[in-house]
C-alpha cells in the first residue's frame, strides 16, 4: 500500500474506534440498567418508609397491650380483694366495686385501641409484602440487565482493541512527520482530516479551492500528500 492508503487506514481506524467509544457511553443496555437500578432504589426507600411507620405501630400496640395488662392486673387484684377473706366492711367493697365498675370500660376502651392499632398495621404489612415481592422481581431484572451490559461492553471492547491493533499496523508504515500532522490536526477535522482530491476540488472544503491551488495540486506526483491552503486538511493527490 501507498503512504496515502497507510494514513487513510490509520484515520479509517481513528474513526472507528471513536465510533466504538461513542457506542460505549450511549449503550441502551446501560440506559436499561440505570433505569432498573433507578427503580430498584425507589422501592427500597419506600420499603424503609413503610419499615419505620411499621416500628411506630409495633410501639403503639406495645404500648396500648401494656397499659391494657396493667389495668387488667388491677382489676385482678381488686376482685381479689372483693371475693377474698379480707374485706372489714361493705363500705370498703362498696368502694373497690366502684373502683372496678371504673376500670372495666378504660379496659374495654383500650382494647378497641390495641384493635384499631393492628387493623393499621395489616395494610402496611400487606403493602410490604407486595414491595418484597416487586424488590425480588427488580433485582431480577437488574442482574439481566447487568449481564446484557456486560455483554455488549465486552463486544465492543474487543472490536476497539482489534481495532487498535489494525491502526497500529497502519501507522508503522506511516513516517512519523507525517503521522505527527496528521494527528495534530485529527483535533479539529476529526475524520476528514485525509481527503482525496477529487481532481478539482480538496473533498474536505466548505468551498472550491481556487484555481491556482487546484493546478499546484494536479502537478503533484500521484501519492503525494499535500495541505489544503484553504482549509487546512492534509490532501491525498
Not at 382489676?75 to 376500670?103: C, H, M, T, W
Not at 385501641?113 to 409484602?129: K, S, W
Not at 482493541?161 to 513516517?175: I, K, M, Y
Request: charged fraction near 35%; include cysteine.
Amino acid at each position: 500500500m501507498s503512504l496515502v492508503d497507510d494514513l487513510l487506514a490509520v484515520q479509517h481506524e481513528d474513526t472507528t474506534a471513536e465510533q466504538i467509544r461513542h457506542r460505549l457511553l450511549k449503550l441502551q443496555e446501560r440506559a436499561t440498567l440505570e433505569a432498573a437500578l433507578s427503580g430498584r432504589r425507589t422501592t427500597e426507600s419506600d420499603r424503609d418508609s413503610l419499615r419505620l411507620g411499621r416500628l411506630e405501630l409495633d410501639r403503639r400496640q406495645k404500648r396500648a397491650e401494656a397499659d391494657v395488662e396493667a389495668v387488667a392486673l388491677r382489676i385482678r387484684e381488686l376482685n381479689d380483694r372483693l371475693y377474698g377473706s379480707g374485706i372489714s366492711s361493705p363500705r370498703e367493697a362498696r368502694e373497690i366495686q366502684e373502683e372496678v365498675d371504673r376500670l372495666l370500660p378504660r379496659q374495654d376502651d383500650l382494647e378497641e385501641r390495641v384493635l384499631e392499632i393492628m387493623e393499621e398495621i395489616d395494610p402496611v404489612d400487606d403493602r410490604l409484602g407486595e414491595l418484597d415481592v416487586q424488590a425480588e422481581a427488580e433485582d431480577a431484572t437488574i442482574a439481566t440487565a447487568q449481564a446484557a451490559l456486560a455483554a455488549t461492553e465486552a463486544g465492543l471492547e474487543s472490536d476497539l482493541a482489534r481495532a487498535g491493533e489494525r491502526r497500529n499496523a497502519a501507522a508503522v508504515e506511516v513516517p512519523g512527520e507525517v503521522l505527527g500532522r496528521y494527528e495534530g490536526l485529527r483535533g479539529i477535522f476529526g475524520a476528514s482530516t485525509v481527503v482525496r482530491f477529487d481532481g478539482a476540488n480538496c473533498r474536505g472544503c466548505p468551498s472550491s479551492m481556487p484555481a491556482v491551488e487546484v493546478d499546484r495540486v494536479k502537478h503533484l506526483e500521484g501519492g503525494t500528500l499535500t495541505e489544503c491552503t484553504e482549509c487546512g486538511r492534509l490532501v491525498a493527490r
